[in-house]
């Protein structure tokens, strides 16, 4: 083992409560396989997405720690990653994750409208969980639909021209969704679904 490697494992804090099945871990080697020797970290992307969609829906530190520790990389380049880009959530989410872009183009066509709009109809403003779980509300840069605007993504989902009545249709349709399973009964796989 090189020194850095080991300078790495010094800092990298173990919680045996957090761990992939065998399963995961094998497709997890077959995704570092795609990337040249010593260049595990460019596996970080898509192996956060695994995390996330199979350690509970969310990213804590001691998720992002074990995967530092897969990859060999120290956890502070895990941190940046993960909380860099919008799709990875640090902090437990609800069902629904509506993330609606606040750049120029649709601020302009609307956006903050829309998001003061489901911050009102929601209860809960940017960044908060409503109390049954069931919506996030998140306000993100352009999410690469800028001829749509104003545009919101609702976990995988993109609504795009969005007006106030789209919105209520929207909520009213993932509400009543919902209704067929309890939010806390579902896992993050079918959240996705
Ligand atoms: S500015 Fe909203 S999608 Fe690009």
């Given at each position: 083992?090189?020194?850095?490697?080991?300078?790495?494992?010094?800092?990298?804090?173990?919680?045996?409560?957090?761990?992939?099945?065998?399963?995961?871990?094998?497709?997890?080697?077959?995704?570092?396989?795609?990337?040249?020797?010593?260049?595990?970290?460019?596996?970080?992307?898509?192996?956060?997405?695994?995390?996330?969609?199979?350690?509970?829906?969310?990213?804590?530190?001691?998720?992002?720690?074990?995967?530092?520790g897969l990859l060999d990389i120290t956890p502070i380049e895990v941190y940046e990653v993960a909380t860099f880009y919008s799709q990875f959530y640090i902090d437990p989410v609800g069902k629904y994750v509506i993330e609606v872009c606040q750049t120029g183009p649709c601020a302009i066509c609307g956006g903050e409208d829309m998001i003061q709009y489901l911050e009102e109809k929601l209860q809960i403003k940017v960044g908060e969980t409503t109390d049954d779980k069931l919506f996030s509300l998140k306000a993100v840069e352009c999410l690469g639909a800028c001829g749509s605007a104003p545009v919101m993504q609702v976990n995988t989902?993109?609504?795009e021209f969005l007006n106030l009545q789209k919105i209520d249709e929207i909520i009213?349709?993932?509400r009543s969704e919902s209704e067929l399973k309890k939010p806390e009964e579902l896992t993050w796989k079918e959240r996705l679904s």
């Open positions: 083992m090189s020194d850095k490697q080991f300078k790495h494992k010094l800092y990298v804090k173990k919680n045996n409560d957090v761990a992939f099945t065998a399963s995961t871990l094998e497709k997890i080697q077959t995704i570092i396989s795609h990337y040249p020797n010593g260049q595990q970290k460019s596996a970080l992307i898509p192996v956060l997405h695994i995390a996330q969609e199979e350690l509970g829906g969310s990213l804590n530190v001691d998720i992002m720690d074990y995967v530092a989902e993109f609504h009213a349709k993932l």
